[in-house]
């Protein structure tokens, strides 16, 4: 099976689950400004997930392309990665309903400590398809910046019992360093 | 025609099919572990059909790599499965809602029976248009896989009614067996 | 602009379409055979629509696959097409609730005359591109089963307010008579 | 990253928000004419807003063309032309049950100014990346239509608290005025 094909249905899947999101936002019960602010939570959450996924399909692109093959190890992980990413619309449309609390925080922080997770275990399939002197097992090296992200999504998930609002601009703060595509794979691909 | 298209589109309405199951789980309805115990049954369905589809994809996607052209027989046949797979959102649905009864889980295990009876068709049209001499006919042989699907699906359906517990873990059974690709095929294509 | 990318946009949306129509079904509201009773009508209008979609598909392939070159007319009439198309969920749904009713049977039968008749416009747009001594337009010389089709939607509109059963047997009786791909573009393309 | 990634996958978003759209348009709820009459500003508003899909869909693919390569920031700009146009879905449902208000009106006007200020950074940033010599620097030149388009939302924001028609009949001239794709980069591409 060629990068091509895996690659191609990958962006399908995250082209879908990024335009379908703003489905969950529901537009706004009245034509006033009170119901115009009653979705803004909706709103900005959904903006977080657009970039979260939209950062998951540029680093799924580069990673892609440094890759040299698939095996069923590596088509399966990436379908595995594919099947969190595909449960951001669910916890985005639930923290949008219930910002303010405690669960759906951490509910969103978890699912995004699982595609982190799912993201790692990508990177080692395609590492152990094409070994650990391939271009991309040099170009990953000691991932940093990867491993900051789990812990960080660590950090969302426990302290979303002490406030919803510390998850959120954690999970804001890793976006943001991941906006940047990654320059190590950058350089390799 | 080419497999090119045939693939693309197959692989489009299966990319939207994955995705889109996942509204099919309704956010949970309300902030606490009781509303998130509630959808939990429609997760797990949900990772289910998800496994389901991916498998279907990964071995349509070997099927149609070792097909030689595309006749109007194989692309009815063709769009005949996505139909039946466009249907299983719709049990899923169905299952995640009433998991505990027996009808939406002979329902699930009706499509499933439908899809694969579906794809057999599709290996037939194929091997038709490109003659039992061709490498997908001797890749197929005699099909214990596909053969034992269609067995344990019938099962499916029928023990739904004495328990739908029973019914999900013989899916979850012949899921397993696919996961790993078709050797066969791999080998042909 | 290459053929192929207007194909490649316009397959996206046909994809989208037939899959996500099946959500204009609602899951029985219930785990009973009256509950599924319920659903069969739509299960079978999303049935016809699948195919309507599916036959537009095929034919629209055949049809880009015989053009020669994109004008902002051929592109403008492609997306008139997609538009009529696009509603078709929309008529679906309405059918599958109010099935015994004549006015969401003419509507349906009058989305797909309006499908119909842009596609007549798509095929003089891509013949007045091509010039009149090009292979599309001796391929489809004179538009029988294109005409007949217009002339049973008309149909089906009309009959609907007699019976909107008059109206689903002509719907069933066009879908049927172009699922065998059209010989003459077939051996044109 | 190759120009043509991006476009797949801004086609694939385009196609996804053009086709989905059509959901925020409820199927009339009953069989006469009353309920057909209720969905009425719906279809009309989703018939614009599939119009200025398309015409960004066009332009886009033109602009694209003409682009030479594809830098980080070209990526994320592009990202963020995709976010406005994926709010496009709600403001057209907004504005289909709400139209004869202001707020709704000015919502639809402040996202088609918003996506029209992304498109502008998107030029920019391909002109960034391309060079001022480059072939689409020139293409562009004085961006008349693009400038005239961005007072015209800036108008039909404003003026939709005199009376929300006047936005509609503003946006419905801008939308006419873009149906002629690109003359300049037509050329250029």
Do not use: C
């Amino acid at each position: 099976m060629s990068t091509g094909r895996v690659e191609a249905f990958s962006d399908g899947v995250m082209a879908i689950i990024i335009t379908i999101m703003a489905f969950g936002v529901t537009p706004p019960q009245g034509a006033d400004l009170d119901a115009l602010g009653e979705v803004l939570p909706s709103l900005l959450v959904f903006a977080l997930s657009f970039a979260l996924i939209g950062i998951y399909w540029n680093n799924h692109h580069h990673l892609l392309g440094a890759a040299g093959r698939i095996t069923p190890a590596v088509m399966w992980a990436n379908l595995h990665l594919l099947f969190w990413l595909s449960l951001v619309p669910i916890v985005t449309a639930w923290v949008g309903d219930y910002y303010s609390e405690s669960l759906p925080a951490a509910g969103y922080g978890l699912v995004s400590l699982a595609a982190a997770g799912a993201y790692w275990l990508l990177v080692r399939a395609i590492i152990g398809a094409d070994g650990p002197d391939s271009d991309i097992a040099r170009a990953i090296g000691s991932d940093v910046k990867g491993n900051l992200s789990v812990v960080a999504y660590v950090a969302a998930v426990g302290l979303a019992f002490v406030s919803p609002y510390i998850s959120y601009a954690i999970l804001v703060a890793v976006a943001l360093m991941w906006i940047i595509p990654d320059r190590r794979l950058h350089r390799a691909s």
